[in-house]
């Protein structure tokens, strides 16, 4: 019975890498999203004071590094000032520099890490972001339209493109048994339960050689855990029970190999998106599989979809949580709320859900 349960993971995985070019040509061809809060707009001419918070162990970095410094010397705008992160600072008092410097667009070169963290700065400011992906999965570029293998594309748009406004999404984690506490901004989607396993548990070296299908490897190895009990309160409604896999707080919905996870979920909408995934066996993860890629509109007793502005997770035991990718510990009780409208990015010309 278990041999025939990883062989049906097994085929799962390979379907899955099969069928993300099929995704992505999908997507571009019938998938729009609008934008609720408002159109893109300039951010009008004249000289730009620009500044990057830089990841310098990112693969293209010093080539990103290159052509922003030759396009801002081009346009006659003065040298853009580089901060680099650090494995102690992952950008945090880089992108406070890049404010108190006075930067009109401060640029994310880096991972989804980077942009993250660029972004918790920047929330509630005038001080655009633009977005220069050079990490593995780069989930808030591709939520923005940006094609994230096109560099000079997206120094574009983030020297001279629109701009616009998105919402953000904070997590506060607290546990009990260690006493420590945390909170975190987050962009595209945060999660508590399997989903932060395999975040933890993917292999550096499979990420680098295969990028984001390492994560399928992962998620292959952790499909056969046990479900564990929960309560979930909604927008301060009472607690409900639950026994589930994981839960995913989304911001928006797509994610690598063309996969609108959510396709409900709006970037700009003030609201999050609640999945909440129970399957029992390898079944259920194949049925919501289906669902997701064919975009099946029938209910699934496993997958349970909600929207509200807050949820509160309560745990008997730590769980593991991530956010946009990254580990961010374990928890026994976390909250997620939505700031609507909060943080300014920069994006193509005009690009509106497109």
Known sequence: MRDWLLYLVIAGALVF?????????RLKVKHTRRAVWEETHSPGPGRQKVAVVLNPIKAKSAEARRQIEASCAAAGWPAPRIFETTAEDPGFSQ?????????????AGGGDGTVRVVAEVLAGTDTAMGVIPLGTANLLARNVHLEVNDLPGNVQAALFGHQRFIDT???????????????????????????????????DGLKRAVGW?????????????????????????????????????????????????????????????????????AIG????????????????????????????????????????????????????????????????????GR
């Not at 890498?17 to 040509?25: I, T, Y």
């Open 169 to 203: 999404a904070r997590i506060t984690l607290e546990n009990s048994l260690t006493g420590e506490s945390a909170q975190h901004t987050f962009l595209v989607i945060a999660g508590i339960g399997m989903d932060a396993e395999v975040v933890s548990d993917t292999l």
């Open 95 to 107: 992108a406070r520099a890049a404010v108190a410097y006075g930067a009109d667009v401060v640029l």
């Open 213 to 281: 299908l390492a994560y399928t490897e992962a998620g292959a190895r952790h499909l056969l855990g046990r479900r564990k009990k929960v309560s979930i309160a909604l927008d301060g409604q009472p607690e409900q029970a639950r026994k589930i896999r994981s839960v995913l707080f989304a911001n928006c919905g797509l994610i690598p190999g063309g996969i609108d996870f959510i396709p409900q979920a709006m970037i700009d909408d003030g609201m999050l998106d609640v999945v909440v995934m129970s399957p029992r066996s």
């Open 17 to 25: 890498a099969a069928s993300s070019w099929w995704g992505v040509r």
């Open 285 to 352: 993860w194949l049925a919501m599989y289906t669902k997701i890629v064919l975009k099946h509109k029938k209910d699934l007793p496993v997958m349970t979809y909600y929207r509200c502005g807050k949820i509160t997770i309560r745990c008997p035991e730590p769980m593991p949580t991530q956010v946009d990718g990254d580990p961010s510990g374990e928890a026994t009780m976390l909250t997620v709320e939505v700031d609507p409208g909060s943080l300014l990015v920069r994006v193509k010309d005009g690009t509106v």
